[in-house]
C-alpha cells in the first residue's frame, strides 16, 4: 500500500529520473504548442470578429471549383451556399445578418427571420 510505505520506498533513483524526465517532457511539448498556436481557434476567432449586413444580390454555380453553388452579396463578397446541418436554401433578396461576438448568423426573407445559421458548425 502505497500510503502506508511512502513514495521513496516504492520508486527507487531511476524510476525518479525517468518520471521527472517524462514530466518535463510533457512541459516542453505543452509549451511549444501552445507557442505555435496549437491550441488557438483562429477559425472561431475569426467567425467571432466578423459583422455584416448584406442581402443575396446573385446565385450560381462554379464550375472551376467543382461545381460549387455560390451566392453573389450586396457588399460585394462571395458565398458557398452550403449548410448541410441546416438544410439551407438561400435565394436572391434574402438578408443576412452576421453581429460581432456571435457564432450566429440571421436569414431574412420578407422581413421575417426564416434561418438562424451557426456559422462554426459545417
Do not use: C, W
Request: charge should be positive; hydrophobic fraction near 40%.
Amino acid at each position: 500500500m502505497v500510503g502506508a510505505r511512502g513514495i521513496d520506498e516504492i520508486l527507487n533513483g531511476k524510476d525518479k529520473i525517468i518520471i521527472g524526465t517524462m514530466l518535463l517532457f510533457i512541459v516542453i511539448l505543452m509549451f511549444l504548442l501552445n507557442h505555435f498556436g496549437y491550441f488557438e481557434n483562429s477559425r472561431r476567432d475569426k467567425i467571432l470578429n466578423e459583422e455584416f449586413k448584406t442581402s443575396v444580390i446573385g446565385k450560381y454555380v462554379d464550375k472551376s471549383n467543382h461545381m460549387t453553388p455560390k451566392l453573389k452579396l450586396a457588399n460585394g463578397n462571395e458565398m458557398i451556399n452550403y449548410f448541410p446541418k441546416h438544410n439551407v436554401e438561400l435565394n436572391i433578396g434574402d438578408s443576412l445578418i452576421k453581429r460581432k461576438s456571435s457564432t450566429d448568423m440571421q436569414v431574412y426573407r420578407n422581413e421575417k427571420i426564416i434561418y438562424s445559421i451557426n456559422l462554426l458548425e459545417k
